[in-house]
């Protein structure tokens, strides 16, 4: 599902450079569910952007679904990450003044699915995060758990190849953070490709492969038994 | 353009700077306030011109005698040149294709009486065709005729105010009005458009009045019309072969100015046309100069918009906005608030002017408003300045990185 070779990326601050990501080689297979770990500084945000088309690297190749990702322009990268990826913040990002229904039809209208067609979907997909009484709630009226579920609902709507979340837990009590991993969980389970950035040993556990970045390399790979967090609930 | 999703946004973002917006639309509607408010004035201004002229025959030319200021033909400078009646005949003989009415003037001062009541009035002795040439309206019995001038009838038409003075409630044609000492039937009364002074005159026929000042063939103006399918052109040319003529005829240095007068109406209609054209430049750009202010205004509240949006315009873009979907956003929110707040200021103005235009009837103002064709050109306007000040803060959201969304933490 996504291949990378030779990886590299480097920031320009002022007259020296920051060496950031060193040669990254790493493959996800269809329906995986990876946990990329490592402390501040280690390049994962960095990788995690790049695997995004948020941001281009310097050198070595990226396939996405058999699609080599190189020199795009903003609108096919816009069209890339519609088709092909969908978000999970740390902080949620959903739109305050649009109710969580229309938030979850976001990356639909961007599909250009008429208006009908994409609030029935997105219905479906707010009920498969147990969230469909709240369809009409505005963010400010749903826990930090349930917008990150809602948040959850909009990546998946547009039927993305790959789901990336970015510390998903990070702004979440740990109750709550087992709930929203019990779902990822769940949503892998149905075959979906998903990657987490995390820097929570215990969130990583209930991913099944762990990949451990530092200084721009990765110094270990390895998959692992899953912790399931629907115990924890 | 014209999607659900777009229009909530839009209010989304008036709604929650409700002040910011009306501050920065108030500027615009301000200006676009003074733009028509400035065009109106100088309509009306044309107007007040146009009125002013309106009193008398637009395609007339008078000719009044000067003062040589230049030795021409054996004649010394300084003298005194003199139209007489046979003047009139000659010009009629000479452009007999070119003239439509003409009529001479004779000016005199005259104390008129009627029983107790006595006033001072200027009097003017003329043909009859003088009738159409001033554009005199007699609003009771008739002007003077043909027959009045063979006969040297003493007869003469009142202005409303004389009538008025001097005759109270009672009518006066038909009555004797007593002019320095001599009885003249009063046949008519006219009122004039053009001003009330006009109305404080007494008309009288020419001949009786050269008689009365010692049997002389003396006049004071000639008045004329042209023919009145001739365009400007057409028109000046004609005053000057009048002017080059005459004088020829009383033999004045075509050079000097001062001998004689030849004043084309028309002349002075098209100065005053380009002048009010001037103004109406000046009124534009004084406007559009305001406009400016205005959509820098625009400009900055959409500045601020964005740079508030930032991580949102990064997650859309995240969730798949191409950067077109993002400039036409900012576009359209530009476009709707200058268009409503230029509307604002436009149905203000038009407002005050419809209330308070017709209240202007001053010789040099009157009735200020505007067109048709402003509205639509304000409302084009609007629509460019909203635009162009939305232009750059559009660019500036389109080149928003995606990456802001996500490092923001």
Same mark, same amino acid.
């Given at each position: ?12 601050? /002022?007259?020296?450079?920051? *060496?950031? $990501?060193? /040669?990254?080689? @790493? ?15 280690s390049?994962?945000s ?42 999970? @913040? ?47 709630? *505005? ?5 930090g ?49 998903? $990657?987490?950035?995390? *820097?929570?040993?215990?969130?990583? *556990? ?9 200084? /721009? ?6 998959k ?10 | 353009?014209f ?12 709604k929650?700077?409700?002040?910011? #917006? ?18 109106a ?8 011109? #146009? ?26 400078? =300084?003298?005194? %040149? ?18 439509e009415?003409?009529s ?8 008129? &009486?009627?029983?107790?009541?006595? =006033? ?29 001038? !063979?006969?040297?009838? +003493?007869?003469?038409?009142?202005? &409303? ?19 320095? =000492? ?42 004329? #019309? ?9 028109a ?14 009383? +033999? ?9 007068? !030849? ?18 430049? %000046? ?8 406009l ?8 900055? %509240? ?6 508030e949006?930032?991580k949102?315009?990064?997650?859309? +873009? ?71 000040? =939305? ?19």
């Open positions: 599902m996504i291949e990378i070779k030779d990886l590299h990326k480097s920031y320009k601050m /002022g007259s020296n450079s920051l *060496h950031v $990501l060193k /040669g990254i080689n @790493f493959k996800v297979e269809e329906g995986e569910l990876v946990a990329i770990m490592g402390s501040s500084g390049g994962k960095t990788l995690l952007n790049i695997l995004g088309m948020l941001d281009g690297a310097d050198s070595g190749e990226y396939t996405l679904d058999g699609v080599p990702i190189k020199n795009l322009s903003e609108t096919k990268a816009a069209q890339y990450r519609n088709k092909f990826l969908g978000f999970i @913040f740390q902080s949620f990002n959903l739109i305050n003044y649009k109710s969580a229904l229309e938030n979850v039809a976001l990356p639909l209208y961007y599909q250009k699915v008429p208006r009908k067609e994409r609030q029935e979907k997105a219905m479906q997909y707010l009920d498969r995060v147990g969230l469909k009484p709240w369809a009409t709630h *505005h963010p400010s009226e749903l826990s758990g349930q917008k990150q579920r809602v948040a959850i609902a909009r990546a998946m709507a547009a039927e993305p190849k790959v789901l990336l979340a970015d510390e998903p837990t990070g702004a979440l009590d740990s109750k709550t953070s087992y709930e929203v991993m019990d779902l990822i969980q769940k949503i892998n389970d149905e075959g979906n490709t998903i $990657l987490v950035v995390t *820097h929570e040993e215990d969130i990583a *556990h209930m991913c099944k492969r762990i990949v451990h970045l530092k200084d /721009g390399v990765i110094v270990e790979d390895k692992i038994e899953q912790v399931r967090a629907e115990q924890y609930v | 353009m999607d659900r999703d777009v229009w909530q946004e839009i209010f989304n973002t008036i929650t700077n409700k002040l910011r #917006t009306f501050l920065t639309g108030f500027s615009v509607g301000w200006a676009i306030f003074i733009l028509v408010m400035l065009l004035s100088v309509n009306g201004m044309q107007n007040g011109f #146009t009125n002013q002229f309106n009193d008398d025959a637009t395609n007339s030319i008078f000719v009044r005698p000067g003062t040589t200021s230049k030795a021409y033909a054996g004649f010394e400078a =300084g003298r005194r %040149i003199q139209l007489k009646n046979d003047d009139i005949e000659y010009i009629k003989r000479s452009f007999p294709e070119d003239i009415y003409i001479a003037r004779y000016y005199a001062n005259g104390t008129a &009486r009627y029983k107790s009541e006595t =006033g001072s009035y200027s009097i003017q002795a003329v043909l009859p065709e003088d009738q159409i040439i001033e554009k005199t309206l007699v609003m009771a019995g008739r002007y003077i005729n043909e027959a009045d001038q !063979v006969n040297k009838a +003493k007869v003469a038409v009142i202005g &409303r105010k004389v009538a008025e003075d001097l005759f109270k409630k009672e009518d006066p044609v038909g009555n004797f009005v007593e002019i320095n =000492g001599l009885p003249f039937r009063v046949i008519g009364i006219f009122t004039d458009d053009g001003d009330d002074n006009a109305e404080r005159r007494i008309h009288a026929p020419l001949s009786t009045y050269q008689r009365i000042y010692g049997n002389t063939n003396d006049i004071n103006t000639i008045a004329l #019309t042209y023919n009145p399918t001739y365009d400007l052109a057409k000046l040319e004609f005053s000057g072969r009048l002017e080059d003529l005459m004088k020829r005829r009383h +033999k004045i240095d075509p050079e000097d100015q001062a001998g004689l007068y !030849v004043w084309n109406y028309a002349e002075a209609f098209e100065n005053i046309s380009s002048f009010t054209a001037v103004l109406k430049g %000046i009124g534009i750009g004084v406007g559009f100069l305001i400016i202010a205005g959509i820098v205004g625009i400009g900055n %509240i959409m500045v601020f918009t964005i740079k949006r930032t949102e315009i990064g997650v859309r +873009k995240a969730l798949g906005a191409r950067p077109r979907q993002i400039v036409n956003l900012v576009l359209l929110e530009s476009v709707f608030i200058t268009a409503i707040s230029g509307f604002v200021g436009l149905l203000f103005a038009w407002i005050i002017l419809a209330a308070l235009g017709p209240m202007f009837q001053t010789p040099a103002f009157s009735n200020p408003s505007v067109s048709a064709s402003t509205v639509i050109t304000a409302t084009i306007i609007l629509i460019i300045a909203g635009v162009l000040a =939305g232009l750059l803060p559009a660019m500036k959201a389109a080149n928003v990185k995606p990456i802001v969304a996500l490092s923001d933490k």
